[in-house]
């Protein structure tokens, strides 16, 4: 346990580490949400609603995702992939625990930052100049926050297992601009599920992406008074995904070579 807090502390502290470097992912998260928001509020201008969606709710729906993109996106994959193409991972075999564990709690402490250096300055210039539908109930907040919080641990969950394809691979920068088109795309975050075919959002309910923004979204409009059953398969696939990464983890290191050796 102090080993998992002191890898979060790190984590938190990396990010506040670099100031300008802080500034400057501020700066980017807000020209990138403003960008978007400018672009739906345009498609929404005029309309009581788009795609059988209220206008308003369409406008809190992509603030709810962006919000929980700049909380959940993560570099694990390609950390991961450098250190297993570097040779650095046979450092990481020496550490008296999980690896898997290691990189997890740190990056969970680069979120908690990203809450603070991205999320709420989000939420704020929203609420100053966006016509949103806020949240009724203070509870709300709350279960987005988990449902954020899950969300993260299920990206993190198909990060560390396409930083693990290096072991393979030997080079996972393809495959990490796959996984980053397949989260934009699929995950809600780019283009909102509600306005995808009947036949594709059915195939995407089999699948992680959703879990990453569009779940925790839905939840941030109240839509479901039910929350239980959302927050529970976010947290099976975050679980799943883990278990797989671990299996994959186990079974590599017993044939893993770095530096011939």
């Not at 008296?96 to 290691?102: E, I, K, M, T």
């Not at 806020?134 to 993190?156: C, D, K, Q, Y």
Request: some cysteine.
């Amino acid at each position: 346990m102090r080993a998992f807090v002191a890898a979060y502390r790190i984590g938190f502290a990396h990010v506040f580490a670099y100031r300008a470097e802080a500034a400057i992912q501020l700066f980017s998260a807000l020209i990138v949400a403003a960008l978007n928001l400018s672009l739906w509020t345009v498609a929404t201008r005029g309309r009581s609603e788009i795609g059988g969606v209220p206008s308003t709710e369409m406008l809190a729906y992509v603030v709810a995702a962006w919000t929980g993109v700049a909380v959940v996106a993560t570099r694990v994959n390609e950390d991961l992939g450098r250190r297993i193409r570097d040779g650095q991972v046979a450092a990481d075999l020496l550490r008296p625990g999980s690896l898997q564990a290691f990189l997890y709690a740190r990056d969970l402490g680069r979120a908690s930052a990203a809450v603070f250096l991205q999320a709420i300055p989000l939420f704020i210039a929203c609420a100053l100049f966006v016509p949103v539908r806020w949240p009724e109930r203070p509870s709300t907040w709350v279960i987005w926050a988990l449902s954020v919080g899950l969300a993260h641990a299920v990206n993190f969950g198909l990060s560390f297992l396409v930083g693990m394809a290096a072991m393979s691979m030997g080079n996972v920068t393809g495959l990490s601009h796959l996984k980053g088109t397949l989260v934009s795309v699929f995950s809600g975050a780019l283009i909102p599920l509600d306005l995808y075919g009947p036949a594709l959002r059915r195939v995407l309910a089999w699948l992680p992406f959703p879990m990453l923004a569009h779940v925790p979204a839905g939840l941030f409009l109240e839509r479901e008074l039910n929350v239980l059953p959302l927050l529970a398969g976010q947290a099976a696939w975050a679980l799943s995904l883990w278990l797989a990464g671990a299996l994959v983890w186990r079974r590599a290191v017993a044939v893993i070579t770095v530096d011939g050796g």
